[in-house]
């Protein structure tokens, strides 16, 4: 089970990324939290939102990353 956390979730670019999640959803086991608050920006270290956590490390922040590319990130931390 991979647990995948979107902070900054409510912003355009944070609905868009939760898309791209779903899709990837269907091809392995993904557990999908979705965070807002300083709180969660403070402690992952989250500049620009939205954030993109893969198994407690950061992947990317600031940009929506399309399908393959969190897939890919998905099997290089699992």
Do not use: T
């Amino acid at each position: 089970m991979n647990n995948i956390k979107i902070i900054g979730y409510k912003c355009s670019n944070g609905i868009k990324l939760k898309k791209n999640i779903s899709k990837v959803s269907n091809e392995c086991d993904v557990e999908l939290e979705l965070l807002e608050g300083d709180e969660y920006l403070n402690k992952y270290n989250i500049k620009n939102i939205p954030g993109l956590i893969i198994n407690e490390k950061k992947v990317s922040e600031g940009k929506v990353l399309n399908d393959r590319e969190i897939l890919r990130m998905i099997k290089v931390l699992s």
